[in-house]
Each structure stands twice: as structure tokens, then as C-alpha cells.
């Protein structure tokens, strides 16, 4: 198994620019988190899917960011527009019914916002 | 709510030191209780565990010990090697997601 994996692992982008994270979970895990990890703030959860819907968002920042679950095998987040306090690492973590042992964490994306 | 106090990083050790890494929680009910490990430039693994009180997680040497009457969690290492130098985060379920700790960085040192 590969893992949960993310794209790409850095990314440094202008001030106003739309940034796309995307992740892949694990086949056969039905729960997908994204969260952010920062100096200031530590790890945050912003978002999570379990088969596909949406169930909490309410660690998302602003309007500025979205997520997205079209299928079992796919996530992204996105922000629009970037701005510099957006820079930080993001993780995507996938488990099976949220189980906190079976949670598999990406390598993450380092966000640079310039 | 529900949330997850860890003392203030960095701890720095030598090699073969004890080490506690100290947890609190607070939580509705009864959560599960965890402790993850992030190695310098890669995601968060799970070290340990435990679901009930008084149960011991423990897993390559670390141990942590669910405490109901001290809503506590600390993590302990009897003697750390410099491939423990990491990032610990200590962490609770909640319904269907975990809920993570600052983190406490450790630095071991030859």
C-alpha cells in the first residue's frame, strides 16, 4: 500500500494566486481529514469527509478555502485568493469510520505564500 | 468542549535520560486516548494507544497510562536514543475525528 499521498510536497506561490492541495487516501478508508499545522496554531483540523460528504467544516478559516470530495480516491483544497498567513504545512489523513488508530497521515505540502 | 493540553516544548535530553512528556484532556464521555509521533519532514504516525481507563498504551519502549481521575495521558521513555528526537502529539477521539495537542518537540543528544 502507498500510503496517503499528497501534491505536491511544496509549493511557493504569489500572494493572490489560487493554490490546489490534493490527496489520495488509502484504498478502502472511508473518513478524509485535512488539517493544518503551523508554529503558532500546532496541528488544526479544517476539514473532514466520511463517505464523501462533507461532515465538519468548521475549522475552515475563511471563505477563501474549500474542499472538495468527488470521489473515494480523491480530495483537494483549494484557496482563493492566497495570502501569506496561508503559509504552513497541510496534511491529509485518511481512516477506516474515523477509527484514531487506523489513521494514516500524507507526507504533507509545505505552502509557501510570497 | 473537548481538547488536549501538552506541556510547553523544546525538551532536551543526552542519550539514555528518562523522559515524560506530560498530557491533560478534557472530554465529554469516555475518548479514546493517543500518542503520535512526527519525524522531521514527514507526517504523523501512531506510536500508542489506549480506549479505557487504566489501560497502558506502549509500543518501542514508550508507555502512557490512561488516568480518568487525573484526565491525564503522560508519555514516558525510560532511557531515549537520539532517534527519538521528534515531534509528540498527544491526542483524543471524538465522535468520528481526533483531536490533537500542540505537540512538544524532543531534542536527544549524544
Known amino acids: 500500500d502507498a500510503g496517503v499521498i499528497q501534491s505536491p510536497r511544496h509549493e511557493v506561490t504569489e500572494m493572490g494566486q489560487e493554490v490546489t492541495l490534493r490527496c489520495k487516501p488509502i484504498s478502502g478508508h472511508n473518513s478524509l481529514f485535512w488539517y493544518r499545522q503551523t508554529m503558532m496554531r500546532g496541528l488544526e483540523l479544517l476539514i473532514y469527509?466520511?463517505?464523501?460528504?462533507?461532515?465538519?467544516d468548521s475549522g475552515m478559516p475563511e471563505d477563501r478555502f474549500s474542499a472538495k470530495m468527488p470521489n473515494a480516491s480523491f480530495s483537494t483544497l483549494k484557496i482563493q485568493p492566497s495570502e501569506p498567513r496561508d503559509s504552513a504545512v497541510y496534511f491529509c489523513?485518511?481512516?477506516?469510520?474515523?477509527?484514531?488508530?487506523?489513521?494514516?497521515f500524507g507526507s504533507g505540502t509545505r505552502l509557501t505564500v510570497v | 468542549g473537548n481538547s488536549v493540553t501538552q506541556m510547553e516544548g523544546p525538551v532536551t535530553l543526552s542519550e539514555e535520560a528518562f523522559l515524560t512528556i506530560n498530557c491533560t484532556y478534557t472530554a465529554t464521555g469516555y475518548p479514546s486516548l493517543f500518542w503520535y509521533v512526527q519525524y522531521p519532514g514527514e507526517g504523523l504516525q501512531l506510536l500508542l494507544k489506549?480506549?479505557?481507563?487504566?489501560d497502558k498504551g506502549s509500543n518501542k519502549g514508550f508507555e502512557a497510562t490512561y488516568r480518568k481521575e487525573t484526565t491525564s495521558f503522560h508519555l514516558e521513555k525510560g532511557s531515549v536514543q537520539v532517534s527519538d528526537s521528534a515531534v509528540y502529539f498527544c491526542a483524543l477521539s471524538h465522535t468520528d475525528k481526533l483531536i490533537f495537542g500542540t505537540g512538544t518537540r524532543l531534542q536527544v543528544f549524544p
Open positions: 489506549a480506549t479505557k481507563a487504566d
Open positions: 469527509f466520511n463517505n464523501n460528504v462533507p461532515i465538519d
Open positions: 489523513a485518511s481512516s477506516f469510520s474515523g477509527q484514531g488508530e487506523r489513521y494514516t
